[in-house]
């Protein structure tokens, strides 16, 4: 594994949690790296998310399948430097409802929720961390339901922009309508207004 990789990864965990260096150092052997393709499946329906991974390139997305109309919902984005997991499923240990799929050739760190639930057990600044993430999700999904409720659609577009800063050069614009909830032209109409701006 890259140096890099790892460190990027380590300076993350770090600066959420406030890990030594000595405490990280215990994860190292339980991560490995994976290289998507467009298209490929990080988790697919009805299966158990196994697996908590960081993204180091490329961009995911969570989303929801309706079969009645034939149509896709896209929930979340996960771009560098997130950790990435359909959290509910990683969680819980419980069969997926959605799809997490990279929308792009993307590049991984990922650890087994077994391993994670060892460092746990026999850390604390792992348990602390454990911690951390899962509130950083419970926030995250909360601000994904507050933008749903209460923000316009021009909102949600900019925060969309500040969580994920590279995504218009990587994402197809009708994937990003889904997530902000949107229909195309609203998302062009948009997108002009601010190129005015």
Known sequence: MEIKKIERLE????????MSLKDFELSKSFWYEKDYKKGEF??????????LGFVISGVFRIYKYDEQTNSERNILFFSNDQFM?????????TSCAYYTESMTNSEILYIHYDDLQYLYKTSPAWEHFGRIFAETVLHAVMHNTELLLFKTAEERYVDMLQ???DILQSVQLYHIASYLGIE?????RIRKRMGRR
């Open 11 to 18: 300076n993350v965990i770090r600066e959420i949690s406030g």
């Open 85 to 93: 997991s359909s959290y509910k499923s990683f969680l819980s240990q």
């Open 163 to 165: 969580q994920h800063p």
């Open 184 to 188: 195309g032209p609203s998302l062009s």
């Open 42 to 51: 990080y988790n697919e329906y009805k299966n158990v998310c196994k697996y």
